[in-house]
């Protein structure tokens, strides 16, 4: 019924930028949060940032300054743009979405599939 895609990975070189997309879809009455998590190769997953519905942010501390959320209600999309990309950034990025639907009014959390990003010379 619901769906997250997330879309923009890649490799890039240490100090260079990418921009990664995450759009949702289906039967979505309404999205309170978005947000991308990452989770290095044998690491736990971790909170990289979160937007909600009022427009507010929060970042962990390693992206802060580096990476910026934002959003496009008429298209249920997140974007996350990284600059200043370093290898500690590798991972696999995912997008979750706390919406609920039309069909019920309780909020259920969606995630995406992934995307690889590589940061490496």
């Known amino acids: 019924q619901v769906q997250v895609v997330e879309s923009g990975g890649g490799l890039v070189q240490p100090g260079g930028s990418l921009r990664l997309s995450c759009a949702a879809s289906g039967s979505i009455f309404k999205i309170y949060v978005m947000g991308w998590y990452r989770q290095a190769s044998g690491m736990q997953r971790e909170l990289v940032a979160t937007?909600?519905?009022?427009?507010?942010?929060n970042y962990a501390d390693s992206v802060l300054g580096r990476f910026t959320i934002s959003r496009d209600n008429a298209k249920n999309t997140v974007y996350l743009q990284m600059n200043s990309l370093k290898p500690e950034d590798t991972g696999v990025y995912y997008c979750?979405?706390?919406?609920?639907?039309?069909?019920?009014?309780?909020?259920?959390?969606?995630w995406g599939q992934g995307t690889q990003v590589t940061v490496s010379s």
């Open positions: 979750k979405a706390e919406l609920n639907t039309i069909s019920t009014p309780n909020r259920y959390q969606y």
């Open positions: 937007i909600t519905s009022g427009d507010s942010t």
